[in-house]
Nanobody, 122 residues
């Protein structure tokens, strides 16, 4: 399974950005896919999860109400829609996937994509 994250860029505070994570190499069944981020000098942080079957989502409190996750089955792509961006949202964003587990479990991902950089100017 390969994950390819894209869509990063620069945006002003209060703006919006949509990241994509395209999956290849395997047909997804009961996978949980996640978004993580890591800012310089900080530990990697959980952002949100999507259960591919059913589309159930779960978010970190820091992004709840501002970020949404969706998927396009036909394109094998997951999206992270980020709105009302703050300078503290700036980070390298990663997508990840694992087989099964609860959508609110945020560890033990088997597959990781490379990061896509988001910068937010104040």
């Amino acid at each position: 399974v390969q994950l390819q994250a894209s869509g990063g860029g620069s945006v002003q505070a209060g703006g919006s950005l949509r990241l994509s994570c395209t999956v290849s190499g395997r047909t997804f069944a009961d996978y949980v896919m996640g978004w993580f981020r890591q800012a310089p000098g900080k530990e990697r942080e959980f952002v949100g999860n999507l259960r591919w079957l059913g589309g159930i989502t779960y978010f970190a409190d820091s992004v709840k109400g501002r970020f949404t996750i969706s998927r396009d089955n036909g394109k094998n792509t997951m999206y992270l829609q980020m709105s009302s961006l703050k300078p503290e949202d700036a980070a390298l964003y990663y997508c990840a996937a694992r087989l099964g587990g609860s959508v609110d479990y945020t560890r033990d991902y088997e597959f990781w994509g490379q990061g896509t950089l988001v910068t937010v100017s104040s």
